[in-house]
């Protein structure tokens, strides 16, 4: 079944002539660059492609786009969160301060606006992947460089002894960005330069070059979502699986030499394993703060099961709810599926856990596939890929930003809209 329905070729046409589609189609090719700049460009480009979307739809009466159960099934997820934003004690705090989940409905439309962008010119997407390995290639290189030299190629210097921050300044974000970006771009370069024995190694190369700096930096979440994809598709590829075996074992190898002759790496490494030998449920990739935070979600899903407390509200009422003595508030509940459960109860975890059992599906499918001799489900490596990003960054046992955090939900929607698009195209084809 076709996810998306065809765009008539005229206006296909129509489109490209125009100067705003070129416009934006530029703001798209330039997106891993304004991700970088912090949340500020980053969320405004996108929602600009998501109101040049939704105004030409209205202008052309042109709604093929909507009509598929993704985006109903999003739309009423938006809806049930608008609705209990309204019906919650505080609607102000609610829906509209901080990250303003009232707008969130403009993530479906930047999905649906990157993927009429593509359909309408798919070398767009060519241009988009250069200009995202520019970049993530320029952050690794900078952190590499302030890692060596203690500042970075802007003159930025390492604050935190214990973290890396390269490009980002003061925001401790670089492992995160890596774990967000990186899978998506391996998974575009494998697209226009499918794996064989001639670029293999360097796809495997440019893997441990960042797997590497993503452990350097001390974050652990990041390091983890680079090193979660790299077992996914060891595990679920067609071929060169040895070359893949080979490369983890690299990657775990070098790691191994920091931990014992970098004494930054060797201190992380023993903060690690000290936060996750000190949980309730040892070695989980969590440590003991974001177990309380976690318990502290808990006592406040406690209150109301159904739908929660309302969206946001964990931030300003945490402690007016916390009942257990292991519990401990923070600005967020450091975790997706906590943090639904808490401000939007059963009924609106319910939406994120269909969406990780969907993608989980695809994977069982796929993998029987593998080691079948019906190939129906078998799904090509660049596809399989940023399944795997998605399914690593909505992976319920490790920590998460907020669920309303623009600036990485820019990154999240971006794999997202990748992910449709190649839906569609394979649909098609």
């Not at 700049?37 to 929602?47: E, I, N, R």
């Not at 250069?130 to 190629?153: E, K, M, R, T």
């Not at 923070?330 to 993608?359: A, D, M």
Request: proline share 3%; glycine share 4%; hydrophobic share 50%.
């Amino acid at each position: 079944m076709k996810l998306f329905l065809e765009i008539p070729k005229n206006q296909n046409e129509y489109f490209v002539n125009k100067l705003d589609f070129k416009l934006v189609s530029y703001l798209f090719i330039l997106f891993p660059l304004f991700v970088v700049t912090g949340p500020f460009l980053s969320d405004l480009v996108l929602s600009i492609i998501a109101l040049y979307f939704i105004f030409n739809s209205i202008k052309f009466k042109s709604f093929e786009y909507i009509k598929n159960k993704y985006f109903i099934f999003f739309i009423i997820f938006y809806f049930y969160l608008l609705f209990r934003g309204l019906l919650s004690i505080d609607i102000y705090n609610s829906l509209i301060s901080l990250n303003g989940p009232i707008f969130y409905f403009r993530y479906i439309f930047f999905i649906l606006g990157v993927c009429f962008i593509l359909n309408t010119n798919p070398k767009i997407l060519r241009y988009f992947t250069i200009s995202f390995l520019i970049i993530v290639l320029f952050v690794c290189c900078d952190a590499y460089f302030q890692s060596i030299f203690g500042y970075n190629f802007f003159g930025m210097i390492t604050k935190d002894t214990n973290r890396l921050t390269g490009i980002f300044g003061k925001e401790q974000i670089l492992g995160h960005y890596l774990g967000h970006s990186f899978p998506l771009l391996f998974a575009l370069l494998v697209y226009f330069k499918n794996i064989n024995k001639k670029n293999i190694f360097i796809y495997m190369f440019l893997l441990i070059f960042v797997s590497i700096i993503s452990f350097i930096s001390g974050d652990r979440a990041g390091f983890f979502k680079i090193l979660q994809f790299t077992i996914l598709i060891l595990f679920l590829s067609n071929k060169f699986k040895l070359v893949r075996l080979i490369t983890l074992a690299l990657t775990l190898i070098i790691v191994s030499v920091l931990i014992n002759f970098n004494d930054k790496s060797r201190q992380r490494f023993g903060n690690t394993v000290n936060d996750i030998s000190s949980t309730s449920i040892p070695y989980l990739p969590y440590s003991l703060g974001h177990e309380k935070i976690f318990i502290s979600s808990l006592d406040i899903y406690n209150s109301n099961k159904i739908f929660g407390l309302g969206p946001q509200l964990y931030t300003f009422y945490c402690n007016d709810y916390i009942f257990s003595k292991k519990s401990e508030c923070s600005n967020h509940p450091h975790n997706y599926y906590f943090q639904l459960l808490s401000e939007l109860g059963l009924l609106g975890v319910s939406f994120l856990l269909l969406f990780f059992i969907k993608i989980s599906f695809s994977f069982i499918k796929h993998f029987y596939s593998l080691f079948s001799s019906n190939k129906e489900f078998l799904l090509p490596d660049f596809y399989l890929y940023i399944l795997c990003q998605v399914f690593v960054i909505i992976w319920p046992i490790i920590p998460h930003l907020s669920f309303y955090n623009n600036h990485f939900n820019s990154m999240v929607f971006l794999s997202i809209a990748i992910l449709f698009y190649f839906n569609h195209k394979n649909a098609k084809e």
